[in-house]
């Protein structure tokens, strides 16, 4: 009797390894003998998140190649409706004539927009404690009543000019600030910089500069503290002229996206980033390469600057690809 039982157990692990060999040669999933090219263009501001999870789902699918190309929402939407590539980049919500032409999207990821000013701004001390009002941002960004930061901080005897930068192409980035602070990506004004990237960096050179930009440039990715040289500016959400502990959230990345998730920071500033295309993903490589992106590929996301979305917008998205 217990030597039949132990041929039953070695019966078994034979077949249980013996399967998992033949299902998982080499260690991976025979999914992974995916080949062929997918091709992506448009936002720049998404294409850090992309380019990310390209290069993990090629070490995962190494006979597959993608192609990607940045320039703006409006080129990814036109390359993917054309059939110029298999999927847009978008960091933006679709606008009406888009949803018109039932152009099929689906939500990956977020982003989050903040304020930075110069680490050597000569009323940071000042703009710590009390933050900025929106209605100040706006005449800083916008109006352009704001001209000296003497006004924004509530000194009156500073005499420093503010030096305003912006994004200046259509830009995913530049249409939730603005639109956060009323208007649209075209009432912005300052020195337009090429992507968030060059933005940072120009604030970082300029002591009196002031910009925006996703929180993957505002921090850096491995110590997820605030990048070299800029600091993120605090918003005074309430209007109570000081950042109270519950806004009080920039100095660490997880903090920010921690008070993302819990509603302290605006949603206005926190946006869906899509994939989109003319209809519903038939070509089964790229089904397998969104399907990825919303499971294993969610883990690559924080890594890149940016948010993962919750499971329930995961659930929904998967669903859509049924």
């Not at 290069?55 to 036109?78: H, L, M």
């Not at 090429?194 to 960096?201: C, E, F, K, T």
């Not at 120009?202 to 070299?228: M, R």
């Amino acid at each position: 009797m217990k030597k039949a039982f132990l041929i039953f157990i070695v019966i078994n692990i034979i077949l249980t390894y013996g399967c998992g060999n033949r299902s998982n040669s080499n260690g991976k999933d025979s999914k992974e003998d995916l080949k062929g090219t997918i091709s992506i263009s448009g936002s720049s501001a998404f294409y850090p998140l992309v380019q990310k999870w390209t290069e993990e789902f090629q070490k995962v699918y190494p006979n597959v190649r993608i192609n990607i190309s940045a320039s703006s929402d409006s080129k990814g939407i036109t390359d993917a409706l054309s059939g110029k590539v298999n999927l847009g980049m978008l960091s933006r919500e679709l606008k009406k004539e888009e949803s018109d032409n039932n152009v099929w999207s689906i939500t990956v990821a977020k982003n989050a927009i903040v304020p930075v000013v110069n680490l050597n701004n000569p009323v940071l001390q000042e703009i710590m404690l009390h933050g900025l009002k929106k209605e100040t941002l706006k005449d800083i960004f916008i109006t352009g009543k704001a001209t000296n930061w003497s006004i924004a901080s509530g000194k009156k005897k500073i005499n420093e000019k503010i030096n305003v930068y912006k994004l200046s192409d259509a830009n995913g980035d530049a249409d939730i600030w603005a639109k956060y602070l009323g208007g649209n990506q075209e009432s912005l004004i300052g020195t337009a910089e090429s992507s968030d990237a060059v933005l940072a960096q120009a604030v970082k050179n300029d002591n009196n500069g002031i910009g925006f930009t996703s929180i993957g440039n505002a921090y850096d990715l491995k110590s997820k503290y605030e990048n070299a040289g800029i600091r993120v500016l605090p918003i005074d959400f309430n209007g109570n002229g000081i950042i109270d502990d519950n806004e009080y959230f920039y100095q660490y990345k997880d903090s920010l996206t921690k008070a993302i998730a819990d509603g302290r920071f605006s949603k206005l500033l926190a946006r869906d980033q899509y994939f989109v295309c003319k209809s519903k993903p038939t070509d089964e490589l790229v089904t397998a390469f969104l399907k990825w992106v919303l499971t294993d590929g969610q883990k690559f996301v924080s890594d890149a600057g940016f948010i993962p979305v919750p499971n329930t917008t995961i659930k929904k998205a998967l669903n859509q690809l049924k």
